[in-house]
T-cell receptor
Framework: NAGVTQTPKFQVLKTGQSMTLQCAQDMNHEYMSWYRQDPGMGLRLIHYSVGAGITDQGEVPNGYNVSRSTTEDFPLRLLSAAPSQTSVYFC???????????????????FGNGTRLTVT | RKEVEQDPGPFNVPEGATVAFNCTYSNSASQSFFWYRQDCRKEPKLLMSVYSSGNEDGRFTAQLNRASQYISLLIRDSKLSDSATYLCVVNDFSGGYQKVTFGTGTKLQVIP
């Protein structure tokens, strides 16, 4: 099983360049998300999606765009790369947890291998 | 107060030792809890879910204390291969959909 596939694994950009980080999953997961992780820091949510055609901002969305045209794919676009965007980027997916006060679904995230991005 | 808090460590323990990590969360309505393991420069991987009654998987035991709003992870008979960062994850449900919050992680170093 492929699981969550991210490409590329490594990328070096110059300031101002744009690029797209690809993420695909073959588990029919409704929920997909992008995180960045900086050295010595925790994971910070950039954008997420609860299904095709639905996206929303996370904690650190500025400088990034996403779209979700299919269930399988959730690309992350850097519009104009800046050195502050040097980081490791992880894509993650899961079944969509739905909850109320009495019902919850345990749906852990499955992560891709990450993309190590350097902006010079 | 952070939504999910963990002691960053590092915890340096000898092989064979028992070590415990705690994680506190701020939203009393949180419903799903997990422990992940992350090796250096790798993606986080699910270690175990945390159930209300507590659960065990080999040398690992997870507990949930809803009254005090914390979860714990106990590792018995530590191995060198247990050296990693352990992430606490809490799922809330806002607007009907899950909101996933990660702690910043607790680093464990098992020494020979």
């Amino acid at each position: 099983n492929a699981g969550v596939t991210q490409t590329p694994k490594f990328q070096v950009l110059k300031t101002g360049q744009s690029m797209t980080l690809q993420c695909a999953q073959d588990m029919n997961h409704e929920y997909m998300s992008w995180y960045r992780q900086d050295p010595g820091m925790g994971l910070r949510l950039i954008h997420y999606s609860v299904g095709a055609g639905i996206t929303d901002q996370g904690e650190v969305p500025n400088g990034y765009n996403v779209s979700r045209s299919t269930t399988e794919d959730f690309p992350l676009r850097l519009l104009s790369a800046a050195p502050s965007q040097t980081s490791v980027y992880f894509c993650a997916s899961s079944y969509l947890g739905r909850g109320s006060t009495s019902i919850s679904y345990n749906s852990p995230l499955h992560f891709g291998n990450g993309t190590r991005l350097t902006v010079t | 107060r952070k939504e999910v808090e963990q002691d960053p460590g590092p915890f340096n323990v000898p092989e064979g030792a028992t070590v415990a990590f705690n994680c506190t969360y701020s939203n009393s309505a949180s419903q799903s809890f997990f422990w992940y393991r992350q090796d250096c420069r790798k993606e986080p991987k699910l270690l175990m879910s945390v159930y209300s009654s507590g659960n065990e998987d080999g040398r690992f035991t997870a507990q949930l204390n809803r009254a005090s709003q914390y979860i714990s992870l106990l590792i018995r008979d530590s191995k060198l291969s247990d050296s990693a960062t352990y992430l606490c994850v809490v799922n809330d449900f806002s607007g009907g959909y899950q909101k996933v919050t990660f702690g910043t992680g607790t680093k464990l170093q098992v020494i020979p």
